[in-house]
């Protein structure tokens, strides 16, 4: 049977000097698209297997900004990955997804190691405060691949869109665990996470339809623990575009990734 492991799914099997070929599956995909979270973490893998190929130390994807050209189909997808500098601090790569030679997604990625952890010396956050997971209830949407390897539990204050009550404020929090039948979250699969929650205009009303134009993640540590908690919500919403941020918390309370994301947006006619 084939692997729903996140791992084995998002990997990449090298087919020539910096060309790497994956293979999404349903269990990752949103609408019948794969998840752009998920494309992020195929893109960092490709960039770690080709710097550390080319002899790079650096071993953990610290940032990946990726703008989505066209939607890739279900099918496998080529990355091909230009190693644009091996420095000291940090190596620099760029990655190109394309299907049947046409470009779906391109991204830089930026390499380098996350330390042992240490407190933080300075940071604006605060974890958002939620309801024990045990009282709430798995997410599963129809048409929704991710939620078959992903345990979401939103806090239903921000839910009230589903139950016809439109709110005033964009914005989701909830719990988040990885069930891929395989493993934890890691530093790299936070860019999974990154773009697992919904769209944080759906308590305002918005339509299904919010594509992602660009998304960027930032991974800061390994986190600790088995759930997440996060928060997310949008900035602006304008000229039918939303601005939305994400922070994702680990269970030791320390911000362990953020991510900002440029999307369309459409609203029912009043």
């Not at 939607?71 to 230009?82: F, G, K, R, S, Y």
């Not at 530093?187 to 299904?208: E, I, K, N, V, Y």
Request: charged share 20%.
């Amino acid at each position: 049977m084939p692997s729903d492991s996140l791992r084995d799914v998002a990997g990449v099997d090298r087919v020539g000097p910096g060309r790497y070929v994956a293979h999404p599956t349903d269990n990752y995909t949103v609408v019948g698209r794969p998840n752009g979270g998920y494309l992020q973490c195929v893109m960092a893998s490709a960039a770690l297997a080709e710097a550390i190929a080319q002899g790079s130390p650096h071993t953990h994807a610290l940032a990946v900004s990726t703008n989505y050209v066209n939607p890739p189909e279900l099918a496998p997808v080529e990355a091909q990955v230009d190693i644009r500098r091996i420095g000291k601090s940090a190596t620099f790569a760029h990655v190109t997804l394309s299907q049947n030679g046409a470009v779906t997604t391109e991204s830089i990625v930026t390499l380098g190691v996350i330390g042992d952890r240490s407190e933080p010396r300075y940071t604006a956050t605060s974890l958002p405060e939620l309801p024990e997971r045990e009282t709430l209830e798995r997410l599963n949407a129809p048409g929704i691949g991710i939620h078959s390897v992903l345990d979401m539990r939103l806090d239903p204050q921000t839910t009230g869109y589903a139950r016809g009550e439109l709110s005033t404020s964009a914005e989701f929090r909830g719990w988040l665990r990885l069930d891929d039948g395989d493993s934890s979250w890691t530093p790299w699969s936070l860019l999974f996470a990154s773009d697992a929650f919904p769209p944080a205009t759906f308590p305002l009303g918005s339509s299904g339809w919010v594509p992602t134009l660009q998304l960027s993640s930032y991974i800061r540590r390994d986190p600790i623990g088995e759930w997440l908690r996060i928060r997310q919500w949008c900035t602006m919403i304008d000229d039918g575009v939303v601005d939305e941020r994400c922070e994702i918390f680990d269970e030791a309370g320390y911000l362990v990734a953020s991510a900002v994301q440029l999307a369309l947006v459409r609203f029912p006619e009043r």
